[in-house]
């Protein structure tokens, strides 16, 4: 999508700062660190554990068959994903661990630079897209920058329920 919008710019005259720009309207300018505590909320689920801006060092659920890592600024602008994040272990169990980096803090960004993002985004067992097959056709969904907009909470679901049943069959 960027590099699209990128050749359009160049295209029209216009140049980096011009893109710029338009990453900070949408969303995706690179954050800096904020004084809140947390970094990660492990596996939480709404009404129990810690909530976002409590310290959790957990880590993901080693013998969980699907990992999710998710990476956003989880201000009030961007909580409502953190929220529905943390029901996916509620309703898959053990299976699905979920890891919520919070990117306005130092140790969140951290990590985050070392993803190569750009903005923010999902990894489902390590990678960011992925290859929905529905009714026989075949998709590819990015799970980047804003839930709802980019990419429906429905696609993430499937690309869970897909990875789960390559668990079950045995397939990497």
Known sequence: ?????????????????????????????????????????????????APSAEVSKASPQPSAKVVIEAYYPFNEKHQFIADYLKTLPQKYGPDVSVELIDMETEEGQARWEKTGLSCGGVFVNGKTSATLTENGKSRKVKFLSRMDVQWQRSDLEKAIEQELQRAKEGKP
Do not use: E, H
């Open 1 to 49: 999508m960027f590099s699209m919008l990128w050749r359009n710019l160049r295209k029209a005259g216009r140049s980096k700062w011009a893109l710029l720009g338009v990453l900070a309207a949408v969303g995706c300018a690179r954050p800096g660190p904020s004084p809140q505590p947390s970094a990660t909320v492990a596996n939480a689920v709404p009404g129990k554990g």
